[in-house]
């Protein structure tokens, strides 16, 4: 067992106030609208500056794959949706675990710990988060550093935060920071750095190929489902890309169109044996997580991917979500939150073996083996008043009904070969003590 002396003493701690609750943007809660105008285009106000700009590029050059429209519609640097609203959070488009509970980023920062202290107590840690919206994830992992700092006391410790969005990176300064932050020297990797309430530096990239290679623990939260994926559709004259053109019926209206012919993404993409018809893949995802396999077989370190996804057996999962309801993919673009569900069968795959993998886990089953029960009890002993504890059992019921985020939010890790195996073992199985467990893949009895 891992950490049991300072997990427990963790779990047992005092709480900082729960959060307020809204919807969040889980697959259980999405079903898929029509591309047509109808409603949400009305609420959108009208044809904005994003949907001109669409319309231009595909009237001078023709359709665009989907992934070309979803990475222009989320981070186009004038007008995409994350640039200018950001939309998490309660008063935004959709609610994220860590913005639901405090507890939620508090037992991951535990999982790190854990995990450091399995991997021999390196000197040094980066923690690495990819796409940290509001930055509540890493201010919540940071106080458990903090409270934790006597079993951390010799390691250096760096945060490093990957944001392509100039509005979010304000929000996750200020949170962090306090707002003192400067811009870095040209010539440097990061682009803002500033130093965090508890003390420990941290740097802003807009790529994970910028930052600094060394032990790291990678966290992408919500991350990967934010990334461009190609949609395919398999038809009598076989695979087709699904494109975004403008329909010629209505003034200012998209649609989807299928290519006329195989494209190269049909022909890098899909594999002989697929037997769904319609099919979705996020090369970006893809690229990211071979980057991340590379960077911890050379330099160790861990990397932590929570979302909501599958093991590769869905088909149509592409949604818009604005002011926490489903929103036309197709309509008023720039201005709704666009997602799909994380293939975690083609994560596992573009890991190429330089990790191991393990997961994907539920939500409810992996928290639940990082002590969420006992976290709970405690605060709930701890908290004065009946608005509080409702509070709390409210926000334990969103992170851990099936019905709601328990089921399709999932875990899965990123771990060097040795973690789970002794080098050796195969030629001496009997020399070694057994390895730890990877804590939330486990269930860990605290002794
Ligand atoms: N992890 C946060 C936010 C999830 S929203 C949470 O759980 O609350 C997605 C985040 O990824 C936002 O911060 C968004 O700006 C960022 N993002 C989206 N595309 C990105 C890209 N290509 N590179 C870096 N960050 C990106």
Redesign the pocket.
Same mark, same amino acid.
């Given at each position: 067992m891992v950490l049991p002396l300072a997990r427990r003493a963790f779990l047992a701690g005092r709480r900082r106030l729960p959060r307020p609750a809204a919807s969040p943007r889980a697959p259980a809660a999405a079903a898929r609208l029509s591309s047509g105008a109808e409603g949400e285009a009305a609420a959108a106000g009208g044809p904005g500056a994003m949907l001109r700009h669409l319309t231009r590029k595909l009237r001078a050059s023709g359709p665009v794959t989907v992934a070309e429209y979803m =990475?222009e519609a %989320?981070?186009n640097p004038g007008q995409g949706y994350?640039?200018r609203r950001?939309?998490? +959070?309660e008063s935004g488009d959709?609610i *994220? !675990? #860590?913005?639901i509970s405090q507890v939620f980023g508090e037992l991951i920062g535990v999982w790190y710990i854990s995990e450091w202290m399995a991997m021999g107590k390196p000197s040094t840690l980066q923690l690495v @988060?990819? +796409? #940290? +919206? =509001?930055g *509540?994830?890493t201010e919540d992992i940071l106080r458990v550093f903090k409270q934790l700092s006597s079993v951390l006391s010799k390691c250096d410790i760096s945060v490093h935060l990957? @944001?392509? !969005?100039p509005k979010?990176s304000e929000i996750?300064a200020v949170l962090l920071t306090g707002g003192k932050v400067q811009p870095s020297p040209e010539d440097e990797s990061a682009y803002m750095k500033g130093i965090s309430k508890t003390g420990i530096p941290i740097f802003w990239y807009?790529?994970?190929q910028d930052v600094p290679p060394g032990y790291s623990f990678y %966290? $992408?939260? @919500?991350?990967f489902?934010? %990334?461009p994926i190609h949609k395919f559709q398999r038809t009598e004259k076989g695979w087709r890309e699904v494109l975004v053109d403008i329909d010629p019926q209505v003034p200012d209206q998209l649609r989807f169109v299928l290519s006329p012919s195989r494209t190269p993404a049909t022909q890098n993409f899909i594999q002989p044996e697929e037997t769904r018809d319609h099919v979705e893949v996020c090369p970006?995802a893809g690229v990211i997580v071979q980057r991340l396999a590379s960077r911890i077989e050379k330099d160790g370190g861990a990397a932590l991917v $929570?979302d909501y996804g599958h093991d590769g057996t869905k088909t149509d999962t592409f949604r818009g979500f604005r002011n926490h309801q489903l929103h036309d993919v197709l309509s008023a673009p720039g201005t709704a939150?666009l997602t799909a569900d994380v293939d975690f069968s083609y994560l596992r795959k573009m890991a190429q073996g330089k990790t191991a993998t393990l997961g994907p886990i539920k939500q409810r089953e992996f928290l639940k083996n990082m002590g969420i029960d006992l976290r709970l009890q405690v605060l709930l002993q701890n908290s004065g008043d009946t608005a509080t504890r409702e509070q709390l059992l409210h926000s334990y019921d969103m992170l851990m009904n099936p019905e709601k985020m328990g089921d399709c939010f999932n875990f899965f890790a990123l771990l060097p070969h040795h973690r789970l195996v002794h080098p050796d073992k195969k030629d001496k199985p009997e020399s070694k003590s057994p390895l730890p467990p990877v804590a939330g893949f486990n269930e860990l009895l605290l002794k």
């Open positions: =990475r %989320l981070t994350y640039t950001g939309g998490v +959070g959709f *994220t !675990s #860590p913005e @988060e990819l +796409g #940290p +919206g =509001r *509540t994830l990957v @944001e392509v !969005s979010l996750q807009r790529d994970i %966290l $992408a939260h @919500e991350f489902d934010a %990334l970006e $929570a939150d």
